[in-house]
């Protein structure tokens, strides 16, 4: 079945160090984001790909960097410089062939400890 | 002011009732309007779709939009405890780039 895998599910960091959240998708779609996604605060978008070797900051995009190398993965990491960065994190991805309906991946809880 | 406007709730209602879940918007550019549902721990996933103004109905589900009030509604018809989760409205221009409410997280009490 076509999807979004997000691993890991949960993940833990230190103060100070840099983690990588993986995101691969078999959708072929074009367009993959990554959102964050903190309670009562809905969905903000960090950074966000169109194209292959290409990609935008979203809105809250300070202290997380991407990469998009292959169309079919897009790994968000959380550098020591995000001061905050305890939530849950969100992979998603959409067809240029669609106007609409983001597909997503289950999620990564990343928690600083 | 938020772009979007959506009641975080928590919205608790007896199994079997009409919910009605609502978003405002600024925007009058918007015209892609989408709900999400999400259960907890988990990705959204994309419930309802409607382009521009009007209503769409599938199953128990109907969602309205009304781009004059800038309001947008989902209806659930005899909701029932696997409704139980949080409800995200989220609406785009024509650059497909999201803008997302807060979501509301609704009860259905069995």
């Known amino acids: 079945d076509g999807g979004i895998t997000q691993s890991p599910k949960y993940l833990f960091r230190k103060e100070g160090q840099n983690v990588t959240l993986s995101c691969e998708q078999n959708l072929n779609h074009d367009a993959m984001y990554w959102y964050r996604q903190d309670p009562g605060q809905g969905l903000r978008l960090i950074y966000y790909?169109?194209?292959?070797?290409?990609?935008q900051k979203g809105d809250i995009a300070e202290g997380y960097s991407v990469s998009r190398e292959k169309k079919e993965s897009f790994p968000l990491t959380v550098t020591s410089a995000q001061k905050n960065p305890t939530a849950f994190y969100l992979c998603?991805?959409?067809?240029?062939?669609?106007?609409?309906?983001?597909?997503f991946g289950s999620g990564t809880r990343l928690t600083v400890v | 002011q938020k772009e979007v406007e959506q009641d975080p709730g928590p919205l608790s209602v007896p199994e079997g009732a009409i919910v009605s879940l609502n978003c405002t918007y600024s925007n009058s550019a918007f015209q892609y309007f989408m709900w999400y549902r999400q259960y907890s721990r988990k990705g959204p996933e994309l419930l309802m779709y409607t382009y521009s103004s009007g209503n769409k109905e599938d199953g128990r589900f109907t969602a309205q939009v009304d781009k004059s009030s800038k309001y947008i509604s989902l209806f659930i018809r005899d909701s029932q405890p696997s409704d139980s989760a949080t409800y995200l409205c989220?609406?785009?221009?024509?650059?497909?780039?999201?803008?997302w409410g807060a979501g509301t997280k609704l009860i259905i009490k069995p």
């Open positions: 790909s169109q194209i292959v070797n290409d990609f």
């Open positions: 998603a991805s959409r067809s240029e062939l669609l106007n609409y309906g983001y597909t």
């Open positions: 989220a609406m785009s221009g024509s650059n497909y780039q999201l803008i």
